[in-house]
């Protein structure tokens, strides 16, 4: 089955040590996000690739930096975690463009779970 | 700054029952409407989208969508326990964006 894949599930990491977040998809579709949610909280949106380019959040933390080397897949790197980055990161893909209804709909892949220590 | 809002709930209701899922969104021109459903720990499942106004039925789940009142609500059938969840709205701007705005969610519990 196509599906969005994100590795590791669950992430525990230093304060302050690099930790790389990885998401890689089998749905052919050129648009992949990353969101990052909390408790309770909406899914909030840190950046997103629209096939090669780049597009980040006004808000986005420079803590916070994404890759993304070919079609399949996409990396959120924290360059240094703190505990207000613990949460829950989602990675999501669309495929827009192909003139078809529902092309903003997202499919999320099943999160990695970073706790930061 | 556009705003999708959500009561958080809980909404709690018997199984068998219709639970009624409501979202209003501030941008008169909103274009797609989205539905999720996330259990805790998990990431959200889609459960439909709905572009037109009117009703949308897909299995034991509709959505109304009602553009001049400005908001959308999924009605659950016959609910389950296994519908115990929290539900997100989505909202895609006027203007041509394709990036949703998400409401916090409302969370549903169903009991036996």
């Known amino acids: 089955d196509a599906m969005v894949i994100q590795n590791p599930r669950y992430q525990v990491t230093q304060f302050g040590k690099p930790v790389t977040l990885s998401c890689s998809q089998t749905?052919?579709?050129?648009?992949m996000y990353w969101y990052q949610q909390k408790s309770s909280q909406a899914p909030k949106l840190l950046f997103h690739?629209?096939?090669?380019?780049?597009?980040n959040e006004a808000d986005t933390p420079d803590n916070f930096q994404s890759r993304r080397p070919n079609t399949s897949f996409c990396f959120l790197d924290i360059r240094s975690p703190g505990l207000g980055d613990a949460a829950m990161y989602l990675c999501?893909?669309?495929?827009?463009?192909?003139?078809?209804?529902?092309?903003?709909?997202?499919?999320f892949g099943p999160g990695t779970r970073l706790l930061v220590l | 700054q556009k705003e999708v809002e959500q009561n958080s709930g809980p909404l709690s209701v018997p199984e068998g029952a219709i639970a009624s899922l409501n979202c209003t969104y501030s941008d008169r021109g909103s274009q797609s409407f989205f539905w999720y459903r996330q259990y805790s720990g998990k990431s959200p499942e889609l459960i439909m989208f709905?572009?037109?106004?009117g009703d949308k039925e897909d299995g034991r789940f509709t959505a109304q969508l009602n553009k001049a009142s400005q908001y959308v609500s999924l009605l659950i059938r016959d609910s389950q326990p296994s519908d115990s969840a929290t539900y997100l709205c989505a909202v895609t701007a006027s203007g041509g964006s394709y990036i949703p705005t998400f409401g916090r969610g409302t969370s549903l519990i169903v009991h036996p």
């Open positions: 999501a893909t669309s495929r827009l463009g192909a003139g078809a209804g529902g092309e903003e709909t997202q499919y």
């Open positions: 709905i572009y037109s106004n």
């Open positions: 749905l052919n579709h050129n648009v």
């Open positions: 690739y629209y096939d090669k380019d780049f597009n």
